[in-house]
């Protein structure tokens, strides 16, 4: 991994080089892709964002930056991980398209959807969809350092195929006993789900977090459901 100053959309930042090493689907019309660092540790903090360029862009494409959520924890080694929900658009075509060893340009992670300090209180994430990007990793970084802040993950899809992570949250929930997973589903499910069923709302959350006190809430997921919670 590189790094350079280059001039982007008008501003300057900081700018990593780095591979498409690994993709993966992770929930129906949601695929991971994980890009090599080459070993060294990319710098961000649970819960940041960073753009993404894709450095050799087709002929005549347009829209080559985004901004996604690095849905891995800072432990992770040798790579970090962006997830998206794949609707037709250029660049997502091109990106689904890309061979391993493709390069990107990756600027410095910025953004404060980070975990707070007071370890005292409690934190209720409330997510929808792609939404649970940063929760993930947030989740993920909090449990691997043991921190003794209680975590509770409110988890919207419609159908549970549209559920990303849904096994990783059940296995950090296994591990971390102040970690509670609360996945929901709003369409219909089999009898078999052993989870919440409709919207996130507040009968749901009073069930879950009656005896909480003065926690910090974390919502991130499509406009609607931001709206509405």
Known sequence: MRSEERQIQGEIMAVYQMELMDRERIARDTIAFWLSTDGYQCEFRAGQNADFVLANPPVGSTGI????????SPHDRGSIMFAMRMRVSEFKTTLLAAPNGTRFEV??????????????RPAVFLAGAIGITPMHSIICWASHEALPHRLFLFYSDRKVEDAAFLENFEEVARQNSRFRFVPTITNSVGPRWPYERGRIDAKMLTRHLAELKGPVYYLAGPSGMVTAM
């Open 65 to 72: 930056v985004r901004t996604f959520s690095l849905a891995s």
């Open 107 to 120: 600027g410095r992670a910025r953004g404060s959807f980070t975990l707070h300090q007071d370890r005292q």
